[in-house]
């Protein structure tokens, strides 16, 4: 059975080998970066992959179109975008998955027990705390935080003004601040 075409896209016409070199080196080797921002934002492995896959796509198709140097803002603003459109996919259900300290929690030995016990509990804290802060302030936090981008950089790729971004970032703080506290107190 032959698929149809999707009408709202655009066909994908191969780069030329200098776009396609232009392509990686702006754009290709900050899917780290982007696979960093999904995780945060859909709270799936899974689902991050395939958004990054479908920003990378999108970021392909128009590419042509791309005239700033900032491949990395750009990446993460189409990535953004495509997380936020899965997100409003999903709305009707509720995330009801619990914390997998597995997914959440890399493996690293260590000579001492206790100091790597200390180190992978207090991960998980700051993790939990920074997946329940709300969309807009886990946004901000990981791509200031995690991502180390300039409030201007982070407010081009959420599209709002920058004093938007200082207000999410201090409120996404205090409540990291309250968040981790109360770890701390009923610990």
């Known amino acids: 059975m032959a698929q149809e075409a999707d009408p709202t896209r655009e066909p994908s016409r191969p780069l030329p080998p200098h776009e396609r070199e232009r392509f990686e080196r702006l754009v290709l080797v900050h899917l780290d970066s982007a696979y960093n921002l999904a995780r945060h934002l859909v709270r799936d492995a899974d689902d991050a992959e395939d958004v990054v896959q479908e920003a990378c796509m999108r970021a392909l198709r128009h590419f042509a179109g791309f005239r700033g140097v900032n491949g990395r803002a750009w990446l993460l ?106 770890e701390r107190r009923s610990g």
């Not at 000579?111 to 509990?121: G, I, K, M, V």
């Not at 804290?125 to 791509?143: G, Q, T």
């Not at 180390?148 to 081009?156: C, D, K, N, T, V």
């Open 77 to 182: 603003a189409i990535t953004r975008n495509a997380c936020w459109t899965l997100l409003q996919k999903r709305r009707g259900r509720r995330d009801d998955r619990e914390f997998d300290e597995a997914m959440h929690s890399p493996e690293v030995e260590s000579p001492a027990p206790e100091a790597d016990l200390a180190r992978t509990l207090a991960r998980v804290e700051v993790r939990r705390a920074v997946d329940a802060l709300p969309l807009a302030f886990r946004e901000a936090i990981v791509l200031r935080e995690l991502e180390g981008l300039s409030y201007r950089e982070i407010a081009e790729i959420a599209g709002v003004p920058v004093g938007t971004v200082m207000s999410r970032l201090a409120r996404a703080r205090a409540q990291l601040a309250r968040a981790l506290a109360g």
